[in-house]
């Protein structure tokens, strides 16, 4: 019977610490093995938290790699570390070229990339960042 085991790991950057390290352990998994294939896998997302599962059967094994949240691809975009604490307060800025980027290489259960695109502003807004150097709600036209 097949099992899995999911965690939020830093992109490239993994370690054998709980959660995952006494997970992998408990399933009798090669665990530094496993580190550094999750590790290889997600060395693209450096600096960001993300989603990794883990399916296995005995000693067999397959990671799977999912797309970090999108709060996590704003900030590495908008190149900061986190978002504004308070409404009035402007953590950073992305450039609309980028987020429509976003838009296109992400999924959802948006209908079309335009709506996709609106999700991703409404996301900028609550984090506090400005688009081409605009707040989100001052962007009428997509």
Do not use: H, W
């Amino acid at each position: 019977m097949k099992r899995e085991i999911k965690a939020l790991v830093d992109g490239g950057s993994a370690k054998p610490m709980p959660p995952l390290g006494p997970a992998l352990s408990a399933a009798k998994l090669p665990v530094n093995e496993v580190i550094a294939k999750i590790n290889e896998a997600t060395k693209s997302f450096s600096g960001m938290k993300v989603p990794v599962t883990i399916i296995y059967e005995g000693s067999n094994y397959e990671i799977v790699v999912e797309t970090p949240p999108i709060t996590e691809l704003i900030k590495k975009e908008a190149k900061i570390e986190k978002g504004a604490s308070n409404k009035d307060q402007i953590a950073g800025n992305i450039t609309m070229d980028k987020l429509i980027e976003l838009a296109k290489s992400t999924s959802s259960n948006s209908k079309s990339v335009k709506a996709r695109l609106k999700e991703l502003i409404g996301t900028c807004q609550s984090m506090g960042i400005t688009i081409d150097g605009k707040k989100p709600k001052e962007i009428k036209d997509i």
